[in-house]
């Protein structure tokens, strides 16, 4: 039977890796600075903008599950950290993005060509820090999701502004941006602690719960405030992404709400009182609401995933995150 958690929430997992968190913003600090003083600006902009810092602390969760007493655990939850970091970086680029966590992003203050190339340099501290730990398994598992959020990337680009691209597609694309990494931070775990046999299920919890977490991520952006998404409310629409709300509200709607998304989306023509009829249609088509339902689903596997590790108070704060990615569109 899969744990139900009893709250839904991290202050539970942020208290439990508390003192290995301590060790991984230090090194983050550490790692981020360089003689060119652009880089630790860039760096520093979006490092210390107040992220809640999920993926490196599965990471540490992970490993204390299993009860690893290294340093290995504060090292790859610190290039967890730089390569989602990067990831935000590239990511604003390429969307156009002009906020990021309730900021300007990087590249309105410095520039697309600064956002890019700090972010490359911090990829390329992950990888260090990756070979200090010393585990070809770890670097594999860190190197196959580097080479998967690009694809993802790609395959976004590939299907930009686009209603015909289909809920396939749209999986496919939060699967690799962002499912992959939560699913290489969980695996680091048991794989840092040596107890090989847990590696799947940890791997197919942090899937499970990235999935989950995306998609109510972009339910939000239809039913979420700009305080809680670090974000303007609608960005996504007027960005041109064609996320599973969209898709939903689309392929249920008539000629007119049809035409709606197709000004919105595929012409980004999109005023303000656009994303508030955005927000109406996707309500009343059932679309958000069955997004909410289908990141549920993925919850639930991961709280599956679960019941297969080894019951312990770490459990519980893993179990209680997965309530904390749903419950934020309540």
Same mark, same amino acid.
């Given at each position: 039977m899969?744990p139900?958690?009893?709250h839904?929430?991290i202050?539970r997992?942020?208290?439990?890796?508390?003192d290995?968190?301590a060790?991984?913003?230090a090194l983050?600090k550490t790692?981020?600075?360089?003689d060119v003083?652009m880089?630790?600006?860039v760096?520093?902009?979006?490092?210390?903008s107040g992220g809640?810092?999920?993926r490196p602390?599965?990471t540490?969760a992970?490993?204390?599950?299993?009860?690893?007493r290294?340093?290995?655990?504060?090292?790859?939850?610190t290039a967890?950290?730089y390569?989602?970091?990067?990831?935000?970086?590239?990511?604003?680029?390429?969307d156009d993005s002009a906020?990021?966590?309730g900021?300007?992003?990087a590249?309105?203050?410095?520039g697309?060509?600064?956002s890019?190339l700090?972010g490359?340099?911090l990829?390329?501290?992950?990888?260090?820090?990756?070979?200090?730990?010393?585990?070809l398994? #770890?670097?594999?598992?860190?190197s196959?999701a580097? +080479?998967t959020?690009?694809?993802g990337?790609v =395959?976004q !680009?590939a299907?930009?502004k686009?209603l015909?691209v289909?809920e396939e597609?749209?999986m496919?694309v939060?699967d690799?941006k962002?499912a992959?990494?939560?699913?290489a931070a969980?695996?680091?775990?048991?794989?840092?602690?040596?107890a090989?046999s847990y590696r799947?299920?940890l791997?197919?919890?942090?899937?499970?719960l990235?999935?989950?977490?995306q998609?109510i991520?972009?339910a939000?952006?239809?039913?979420?405030d700009a305080q809680?998404?670090g974000?303007?409310?609608?960005?996504d629409?007027?960005e041109?992404?064609?996320?599973l709300?969209v898709l939903?509200?689309?392929a249920r709607?008539?000629?007119?709400?049809?035409?709606?998304?197709?000004?919105c989306?595929?012409?980004?023509?999109?005023?303000?009182a656009?994303?508030l009829?955005a927000?109406?249609?996707?309500? #009343?088509?059932?679309?958000?609401?069955?997004?909410? +339902?289908r990141a549920?689903?993925?919850?639930d =596997?991961a !709280?599956?995933?679960?019941a297969t590790?080894?019951?312990?108070?770490m459990?519980?704060?893993?179990?209680?995150?997965v309530g904390?990615a749903?419950a934020?569109?309540?």
């Amino acid at each position: 039977m899969a744990p139900v958690p009893t709250h839904s929430g991290i202050d539970r997992l942020v208290e439990s890796v508390a003192d290995r968190m301590a060790e991984v913003n230090a090194l983050i600090k550490t790692h981020a600075g360089s003689d060119v003083t652009m880089i630790p600006e860039v760096a520093d902009h979006l490092i210390a903008s107040g992220g809640k810092r999920i993926r490196p602390m599965l990471t540490l969760a992970t490993a204390r599950l299993f009860g690893y007493r290294g340093e290995g655990d504060v090292k790859l939850a610190t290039a967890v950290e730089y390569m989602h970091t990067a990831t935000l970086l590239h990511d604003d680029v390429v969307d156009d993005s002009a906020m990021r966590r309730g900021k300007p992003a990087a590249r309105m203050i410095w520039g697309n060509q600064a956002s890019v190339l700090v972010g490359d340099f911090l990829l390329g501290q992950a990888f260090k820090l990756m070979v200090d730990v010393g585990s070809l398994e #770890a670097l594999d598992v860190f190197s196959s999701a580097a +080479a998967t959020i690009s694809e993802g990337e790609v =395959r976004q !680009l590939a299907g930009a502004k686009s209603l015909a691209v289909g809920e396939e597609h749209y999986m496919a694309v939060i699967d690799a941006k962002t499912a992959a990494l939560f699913a290489a931070a969980t695996a680091a775990g048991p794989i840092l602690a040596d107890a090989p046999s847990y590696r799947p299920a940890l791997e197919s919890y942090g899937r499970n719960l990235g999935l989950a977490f995306q998609l109510i991520d972009d339910a939000l952006d239809f039913a979420g405030d700009a305080q809680t998404l670090g974000k303007n409310v609608g960005d996504d629409l007027r960005e041109g992404k064609a996320t599973l709300p969209v898709l939903l509200a689309y392929a249920r709607g008539a000629g007119d709400e049809r035409a709606f998304w197709e000004k919105c989306i595929e012409r980004g023509e999109v005023a303000d009182a656009d994303v508030l009829h955005a927000r109406d249609l996707v309500q #009343a088509t059932g679309a958000l609401a069955d997004t909410q +339902a289908r990141a549920q689903g993925f919850a639930d =596997r991961a !709280l599956g995933d679960l019941a297969t590790v080894p019951d312990a108070p770490m459990r519980e704060a893993l179990s209680e995150v997965v309530g904390f990615a749903v419950a934020r569109l309540h």
